[in-house]
């Protein structure tokens, strides 16, 4: 079932406040009038219902436990069924395999919404929802009816396999080999920094079926359980630690050929399409953090004093606020309008993708910084939510393409036509 049919089934999620958390969506609006952050302007009713959805969700279910889930290493899987069963682990996935069938717009609100309440655990939420996707896009309607119900119900947990220890930036050199033999290919290789990895039940791996470069490429699915499927130890990471990272290795993994996704040499290609949503789905996360440490920080500068008066007296940290606020706004509208554009097949879509990317995460991190910067010494107690953000969005400048990577990409679109 569609999300928006779910609507009228959901029950109002409550507005439960932790202490060092005070950016609930109701926060935005301040004696009747909207805050100009406020993110539900410009939307339709239905976008506002299904993003008041997501806050709620964010407000009740997530933030409570953020902190618990960063410091023990929780990978919170109760709860992500739980965001499931509003229609969040299948969201633009079609509604035949159980997705909600949403556009990228409505799929970047709900990850910015979700991300006020834990970074980390909705960008594994997005990752596994890229996944999902790629399946239902370039599968068959086997595979379709196999892989998508249960990934977007959460029963199963996928992760997308396409970094190598020695292809990062350079993803067409991955050296993963798929031999086809008989009606299974055998996999050899590993893949790096992935997220879920271990813990997960479903593996979209890019490996190489042919010859040298992306034309080489293809998309199997490999399932948890596989012979010759193994992982490496649990990565120790600065941020992201509800959800575990570890290598995946194949040594003569047998694979069925009906795991193939598309065509052989169509891997790549499938990569990088995933990786386009991708890289909104994750500056959508740092929207998301950055409004909630905009709000962090503007309610310290109101009840913190110094030489005798409350810091928002302080008109250069008043300027600063304003800055932070800003830069949130000017994130959101460029990472919307990819989103956009994404959804309507846009030949401009890629390069928007890109610069929404490397726009948002760097502009969201800097955002958190100088909100841990405005709590002084309290901003770097784990008491406080704002070192958290700060440390979870760090990585969305390096992966789903590098910041650098995304510079490459809009100046080779500037030049094509030269």
Not at 23 to 40: A, E, I, K, Y
Not at 94 to 109: A, H, K
Not at 179 to 185: A, H, P
Not at 235 to 256: L, Y
Request: net charge positive.
């Amino acid at each position: 079932m569609a999300l928006a049919g779910r609507l009228s089934l959901i029950p109002s999620l409550g507005s439960k406040v932790c202490r060092t958390r005070r950016f609930l969506l109701n926060r935005t609006h301040r004696r009747g009038v909207v805050s100009c952050v406020d993110p539900s302007l410009g939307l339709s009713d239905e976008q506002k219902e299904f993003q008041k959805v997501a806050f709620d969700f964010a407000t009740k279910e997530m933030a409570p436990y953020m902190a618990e889930w960063d410091q023990k290493e929780i990978f919170p899987v109760d709860t992500m069924r739980k965001a499931a069963q509003l229609g969040f682990g299948g969201i633009y996935v079609q509604p035949d395999v159980g997705g909600s069938g949403l556009t990228r717009l409505d799929t970047s609100l709900i990850f910015e919404a979700l991300s006020t309440g834990c970074a980390s655990t909705t960008a594994y939420i997005s990752i596994h929802n890229m996944c999902a996707w790629m399946i239902d896009t370039f599968g068959n309607q086997e595979q379709r009816n196999r892989f998508c119900p249960d990934l977007c119900s959460m029963d199963r947990f996928a992760s997308y396999c396409l970094t190598e220890p020695g292809s990062g930036s350079d993803a067409a050199s991955l050296l993963t080999t798929a031999k086809l033999q008989g009606d299974q290919y055998i996999l050899n290789g590993s893949k790096a920094f992935i997220s879920g990895g271990g813990d997960t039940d479903v593996y979209v791996v890019m490996c190489r079926t042919g010859g040298k470069g992306a034309k080489g490429i293809s998309c199997l699915v490999v399932e948890k359980g596989t012979p010759g499927l193994s992982f490496g130890k649990k990565e120790k990471k600065v941020g992201w630690n509800s959800q575990p990272t570890r290598a995946v290795i194949f040594e003569d993994c047998a694979v069925p050929v009906a795991n193939l996704i598309g065509e052989e040499g169509q891997g790549f290609s499938i990569a990088m399409k995933g990786l386009n949503g991708g890289r909104i789905n994750i500056a959508s996360c740092s929207l998301g953090a950055a409004h909630a440490c905009v709000l962090l920080a503007r309610d310290h500068l109101t009840v913190r004093k110094q030489f005798g008066e409350t810091l928002s007296n302080n008109q250069y940290l008043q300027f600063k606020l304003a800055e932070m606020a800003t830069r949130l706004v000017a994130s959101r509208l460029m990472v919307r309008q990819a989103a956009v554009a994404l959804q309507q097949g846009r030949e401009d879509a890629v390069a928007l993708c890109s610069m929404a990317k490397l726009f948002a995460t760097d502009e969201c991190f800097a955002i958190c910084n100088q909100a841990l910067q405005m709590h002084g010494g309290y901003g770097y107690l784990k008491d406080y939510a704002v070192q958290q953000f700060v440390r979870d969005i760090r990585v969305h400048q390096i992966l789903e393409g590098t910041n650098e990577v995304m510079r490459m990409i809009i100046s080779r679109n500037l030049l094509t036509d030269l």
